[in-house]
């Protein structure tokens, strides 16, 4: 054999495919991957010492910030976890909506996750403008209900900030017949494309056993082969009222990441044809009124999760009964699903590292918190 | 050890690996996808949400956005137009949930008695710390800060970002254009707010600064 | 044009100039033109790619600058020339500044062998396809220049990555390029394209077809094949997606070019956008007849007594030439916009798995066309003379088609099955149930 040197790369802080400031450093023999670890924490903002010292509800548009792209579902998990802990109960209406806006956040963010995991393979952009074109469209909708397209801040411990407007309705119903059109478009475009299928097949690899070991969760896991999913294994909300499968992977590789992400898609899209059925009349409110007030809970802990399109997000809070959590914790899905990264990479050439970390889909706003 | 994952309504899918039947078939697909959207861009723009296709830039400034009523960019404060009289009574709830503190209200003291009026000295937001959140808005009780859907405020000047009651004042007539509905379903409430504040207050204090000389005073003295 | 030079030198201001000098001044302004219209076409190219990529993205693209934003291009101009130009301290700094100037002046060479239209050749001579492949490698010594002295791990990566891709792309782009001098038996550019008259098939093979100008090499089994393995060596080559690895910017950020900024980035940008057209203008030229299209020959045979039509004759071919090259242009934009990138391995393995192999063969091909077609009893091949033209073409049409299939085939298969053999880890995985450690 011959003799060669190990050579020391560093990926970030400042780099154009770290999807944020994070750093990736790098072993490499010649292109193949020795060995990697993983340096975060450029983006640690204190948000756990900061939900603290505020109020409960204070703390809601704080959670838009954790992964800045699905603030919905993170304002879900967190209304959630108060909801336990406090006890309060939610309109069935306000039910519907969450669910509503969830699947709608989990449609967008797939899209843009498969562009972004296309352009870490050196596309130039397509996927992405086709991605974020549709996720325009399903911001408008946001605008519509919350005021504000990314920091939505649009749930509200016992229900939601406020009920539909008039024109949001026909307008999802429209949006309804664009979206399965663009994620067949999308999947005629790639999915059997000869060049991804040779970067993505075979690539970084997680075998199941591994993925539960480092708890790895939402589509990163079941790409693996396990059909995990908080919807169905803790069914929270209303979601045991509908109708969808669980798509799983047989590899674990890349490709089984990139095609579970559409498959996805296309079951948010039965969910939401249901939800839109189902959806009760404005007669039952949208908020439970007596949460209105500051929440107060009583002493206890309890523990919110729900599966954002990253995975499972939960928060851990305990009350000692004042106004303010006295410990809040986030379980953060980015920032668990990155941790296997080093396993992932290992025998893979440098290229492959950055489409084995796109494929995780990560918001380093949720990783370093 | 097994563990089992029971799936109630649905199924665990496993996913096709589809493939190929021969070599540059998906390259030829892909590139048909964007021709064809190539093709089309030629046609009608995206407007309709039921479009897949066709340019959906908005080629702002000449093009907005129709912004919708929810829309919430930073929290004004409201007077009303006749009276001059400011909704505001510096309750201060605004002040206390306001995630980042960037609210700093003043209560406003009564010169002579030194009793305080239900009106603010002056009311302080930080626009660069305001996250925009629009709590404010949602916990006051008398319908006097909301948000503004004004969003062109970028500066060079940071200094010119804390904003003082004087810049925050807009009249009532702007917010009703901004959110016809929403003023509609609070718009008796608020009014009658405004009144029960008005008897309790006296002279100048209250009043918009804008205002001042273009209104009478109100002659009622606060009832002792 | 010496003539016309000449007539106004030495006949209508009778200066008796010497043909040195009326030489020296033939290429003096063609070089000026040169000169002038090249960097006119990167600035058009990169206005034309970004406007088009955006149409495909459902976007409109840059619009702004100036009617529909044509413009643009010139405000990127000056954005980079007014650009401080930064210099790392450990930076060589000759060398990074030489590196700039031996990128591009290789790329301005090999224009100069084009035929833009008929008889409108800068520089004419016999080896000029030679020429032109040989000008173009030495741009890639200004590439490891540019990688090196910048002293950063992600230029030099870059660099080493962008020659080991050039050369290993040259092998299959020169040899596909050899089965074409195999048939029109001539490494003169010009003498190529003026073999391509005709209708599908061309002058040189079939005298009596009608001159359409439509005879492409590209209509020939031998020809298509050199065709498409050319134009992917030349995306290779001109560091296109899917091969434009050397600057993967998802990877290695800007890749040779990292350490550049202000005007001497603009200069490499510079030199990738003109040897892209260089190599969409040859594409054109040696595969699709390049000026020749309908029309052009016969008004260059009016040309013979009237000024006036060999002039519109040049223009027509000038038009042919441009509407092809961007059209080419066009096609690698298109295909920037449908797919990703390869891996540099996986280049490696495709150039010289698949493109050398397939190239090789094809040269066989070709040199069974020229056999069948032009050769006769001088080369002790007397009983092909007892077909007729028409016959030979046929001959050499179909076996060098059945021939160039099988090798594809072939090879699709030897490497796709290679490609396949990927690990099956989760084979006898029950879904719904899963094993714990
Ligand atoms: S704006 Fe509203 S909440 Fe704030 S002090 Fe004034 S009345 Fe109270
Ligand atoms: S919008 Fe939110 S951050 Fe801004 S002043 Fe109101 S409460 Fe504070």
Redo the contacts with the bound molecule.
Sequence with gaps: MLKTQELQINIGPQHPSTHGVFRVLVTVDGETVVDLKPVFGYLHRNHEQIAESNTYLQNM?YTDRLDYFNSMTNNHAYALAVEKLAGIEVPERAEYLRVIMAELTRIFNHGCALGFLVNDMGAWQTALAFGIREREKILDLFEMVSGARMMCNYFRFGGVARDLPEEFIPRLKELMIALPSYTDEVEKMLRENEILLIRSEGIGILPPELAISYSVTGPVLRASGIPYDIRKADSYSVYGRFDFDVPVGTVGDVYDRFIIRIEEMRQSLRILTQALEQLPDAEGGHINPKARQAVRPPVGDAYGRVETPKGELGFYLVSDGSTKPYRYKVRAPSFINLTPLADMCRGYKVADIIVILGSIDIVMGEVDR | MTVKIEIQRGSAVPLSRRHPKFLGQGMLKGMEVVLDHWFKSFGPKLENFSQTAGIFTTEYPEERLKLAEAY?N??ILLYDDETGQELCTSCLQ?EK????Q??HITQTKDPSTGKLVLAAAEFI?EYD?????????EVCPFDS?K?DHHYELSTADHASLTMHKADLLRPVSYYQSLAPTFWEQTKENAYKKLQNTVKRRSGLLGIAPSMVGKVQPPETKPAE | MEALINYLLNTALNLHAPEWVILLIRHLLVATILFLVVPFQMLLLTYFERRVIARMQDRVGPNRVGWEGVLQPIADAVKMFTKEDIVPAAADKGVHLLATGVVVVPTMFMLSVLPWGPGMTPVDFETSLLFFFAISSVSAIGLVMGGWSGNNKFSLLGAMRAVAQMISYEMPAILSILALVLMTGSMSISKIVEAQGGLIANLTDLPKVPDLGLGWLLFTPVGFLAFVCFFISALAEGERTPFDIPEADSEIVAGYMTEYSGMKFGMFYLAQYVLNFALCAITATLFFGGWQGPGVSQLSAMGANNQLFSILAGALGVVYLLLKTYFFFFTMVWIRGAFPRLRIDQLMGLGWKFLLPLTLVNIFSAAIWAACIHWGPEQGLAFLSAFGPWKRWAIAFLSTLVINLLAATLLVRINSSAESSMPKLVEDQKFGAVTLP
């Design positions: 548009p | 919430r930073l929290p605004c949930i306001c995630p980042p960037v609210i937001i710390a305001c996250m925009g959140c629009g709590l404010c808005a800060i948000m």
